[in-house]
């Protein structure tokens, strides 16, 4: 049975306000005020005409109304009202202040302490169990998918959900194929179909993906997905990858945070763990009570005046944490003076893991040190040498021109608008980073713009700059961050960035991102992928290439 849309006018409740809040394929979300309470909401608006060429029907739209008027839970985001015109249908929807909980994740990355993980994880799974508990299947869990509103994170999109009763199977192979269960993916030939059972997979992907600051178990770094290891729910543990790019043993968080990961992520479904039972795991439990009793023991130590370190650091002062450190905080290890029953209740064997781990991060600092000396050292060689060719070039204008009698200051402008939108004529005798340091990217610009939701690189065309904040409004995407742009390889020389752009390019040599100017750009053969001629590099790839503002 079809929902029922209110007949009422989405203007007599609410207040529209002109700030978009996201956008889609077929819709747009706006912040609003309610005009009975003065509440923040946001306005889902759902084009009418867009929704047939996506794929979707009228029974689509009141399938997602069913299931979010069915399921009342604090981790989920409410629906407030429906609306609807000859144009749009609106969705009234919770307001949330925090923006993407996808956003958060890379954020704090692997600075995100156990506890906190733990506590973001006792939410995403209560949520998902609330859905359960009705029947209903998200299938499309992903950070991307919460929203954060003060300490909370409340699950979203409601697209694809569907009730589903017990001892039913699905066949409809649909979500982001890189949070999707190895059941769908071998949809249609191998899997019988799939049950509630991928929002655990996924809840699992997600949870390691806190653990490791964004960094998905499954994609490659040219953002393929690693199929085999997906089938096989193979995860790494180890932080090699992600943390100064050296090996640690120990691996990130403790054993039961990454057992009950591994239990999410089972690839047989049959042995996968339930939502139900997950949520009553005892790592959610115990790290909560640790940062309680951290907490409770820090305040203790504050109030007797006691700063002592451990007995295992005898005496001495712990290292305080960092905004890169990625283990709990050395003072909520700490023994506080005063009578013995007032102790924490650590292990030898604890206070020993932790010695050795913040001797292995210390070294690690070291090494790293000596390692960004010499790619200074490196760098600073190199800007010496452009800076010699550049100097060169410069002469031999000025040679040819004075040769040729023209008059070089009087030159029409050879790059595009400024930051302010207004031409700026330039001098030839300019370097090349003053003149590019006038502009940004022009609105239909062609670029790719890499999409969490996706998981992936997609095409995309600028529309402006935003001077505020330092980001670009795209066709896909509102206020993109400059690291998830790159130039779009399949283009004319006549659609490539131009030559004087700013951007920082990825140097595999001395494994770091170098400031560089686009002097012109090379179109790809036999529909192979272009390339731009840096001052730093040749034939740079596309994928190593980030704009910057100066």
């Known amino acids: 049975m079809g929902a029922s849309l209110s007949q009422a006018r989405l203007e007599d409740r609410y207040y529209l306000q002109k700030v978009k809040l996201g956008q889609g394929s077929f819709g747009t979300v706006w912040r609003a005020v309610d005009r009975q309470n003065n509440k923040t909401a946001a306005i889902k608006q759902l084009d009418k005409a867009s929704m047939p060429r996506r794929g979707v029907k009228r029974q689509d739209i009141e399938r997602?109304?069913?299931?979010?008027?069915?399921?009342?839970?604090?981790?989920?985001?409410?629906?407030?009202?429906?609306?609807?015109?000859?144009?749009?249908?609106?969705?009234?929807?919770?307001?949330?202040?925090?923006?993407?909980?996808?956003?958060?994740?890379?954020?704090?990355?692997?600075?995100?302490?156990?506890?906190?993980?733990?506590?973001?994880?006792?939410?995403?799974?209560?949520?998902?169990?609330?859905?359960?508990?009705?029947?209903?299947?998200?299938?499309?869990?992903?950070?991307?998918?919460?929203?954060?509103?003060?300490?909370?994170?409340?699950?979203?999109?409601?697209?694809?959900?569907?009730?589903?009763?017990?001892?039913?199977?699905?066949?409809?192979?649909?979500?982001?194929?890189?949070?999707?269960?190895?059941?769908?993916?071998?949809?249609?030939?191998?899997?019988?179909?799939?049950?509630?059972?991928?929002?655990?997979?996924?809840?699992?992907?997600?949870?390691?993906?806190?653990?490791?600051?964004?960094?998905?178990?499954?994609?490659?770094?040219?953002?393929?997905?690693?199929?085999?290891?997906?089938?096989?729910?193979?995860?790494?543990?180890?932080?090699?990858?992600?943390?100064?790019?050296?090996?640690?043993?120990?691996?990130?968080?403790?054993?039961?945070?990454?057992?009950?990961?591994?239990?999410?992520?089972?690839?047989?479904?049959?042995?996968?763990?339930?939502?139900?039972?997950?949520?009553?795991?005892?790592?959610?439990?115990?790290?909560?009570?640790?940062?309680?009793?951290?907490?409770t023991g820090a305040a203790k130590a504050s109030s007797n005046g006691a700063g002592a370190g451990s007995g295992a650091s005898s005496g001495k002062e712990a290292p305080r944490?960092?905004?890169?450190?990625?283990?709990?905080?050395?003072?909520?290890?700490?023994?506080?003076?005063?009578?013995?029953?007032?102790?924490?209740?650590?292990?030898?064997?604890?206070?020993?893991?932790?010695?050795?781990?913040?001797?292995?991060?210390?070294?690690?600092?070291?090494?790293?040190?000596?390692?960004?000396?010499?790619?200074?050292?490196?760098?600073?060689?190199?800007?010496?040498?452009?800076?010699?060719?550049?100097?060169?070039?410069?002469?031999?204008?000025?040679?040819?021109?004075?040769?040729?009698?023209?008059?070089?200051?009087?030159?029409k402008p050879i790059y595009g608008k400024s930051v302010t939108g207004f031409s700026s004529a330039v001098s030839p005798v300019e370097t090349m980073p003053d003149r590019a340091r006038k502009m940004v990217l022009e609105a239909g610009t062609k670029c790719c713009y890499h999409s969490c939701s996706w998981s992936g690189w997609m095409p995309a065309v600028v529309q402006s700059f935003n001077a505020e904040d330092g980001t670009y409004d795209l066709d896909v995407r509102q206020h993109a961050q400059l690291e998830n742009i790159s130039p779009a390889p399949d283009v004319l020389a006549s659609e490539a960035w131009p030559a004087g752009a700013l951007v920082y390019y990825e140097s595999s040599t001395v494994k770091h991102w170098l400031p560089a100017v686009i002097l012109s750009f090379n179109e790809g053969v036999a529909d192979g992928p272009g390339t731009y001629n840096l001052d730093v590099r040749e034939c740079a790839q596309v994928d190593r290439m980030r704009p910057r503002l100066s």
């Open 64 to 295: 997602e109304i069913n299931v979010m008027q069915a399921v009342h839970h604090d981790n989920v985001i409410r629906l407030l009202d429906t609306f609807e015109d000859h144009s749009s249908i609106y969705l009234a929807l919770e307001y949330c202040d925090g923006g993407d909980f996808g956003d958060k994740v890379k954020e704090r990355g692997l600075d995100l302490e156990e506890h906190q993980a733990a506590e973001w994880m006792r939410q995403i799974l209560s949520a998902i169990a609330a859905l359960h508990a009705k029947m209903i299947c998200h299938r499309d869990i992903k950070p991307d998918n919460f929203m954060v509103h003060g300490e909370s994170i409340k699950l979203s999109d409601f697209g694809l959900a569907m009730f589903l009763t017990r001892g039913r199977l699905l066949t409809e192979k649909c979500g982001t194929p890189a949070f999707m269960a190895p059941e769908q993916h071998r949809l249609p030939r191998n899997s019988r179909g799939y049950t509630h059972a991928v929002d655990t997979w996924a809840a699992g992907v997600t949870m390691y993906m806190l653990m490791f600051g964004g960094k998905h178990p499954f994609l490659s770094p040219s953002m393929q997905i690693d199929e085999k290891r997906l089938l096989q729910g193979s995860l790494d543990f180890n932080v090699a990858q992600t943390f100064f790019s050296f090996g640690m043993p120990g691996g990130r968080f403790s054993e039961p945070a990454r057992r009950l990961c591994r239990k999410l992520v089972e690839p047989d479904m049959a042995k996968r763990l339930s939502v139900e039972d997950a949520s009553q795991d005892p790592w959610l439990r115990m790290a909560r009570s640790s940062r309680q009793g951290g907490q």
């Open 321 to 411: 944490s960092q905004g890169w450190w990625p283990f709990n905080r050395p003072d909520e290890n700490v023994r506080p003076n005063g009578p013995a029953q007032e102790q924490p209740q650590a292990s030898e064997e604890n206070e020993a893991i932790l010695r050795k781990r913040i001797e292995m991060l210390e070294e690690q600092v070291r090494v790293q040190q000596e390692q960004n000396e010499s790619q200074w050292e490196a760098l600073v060689n190199n800007q010496q040498l452009q800076e010699k060719q550049r100097l060169a070039q410069r002469q031999a204008a000025a040679a040819e021109a004075k040769a040729t009698g023209a008059n070089l200051l009087q030159q």
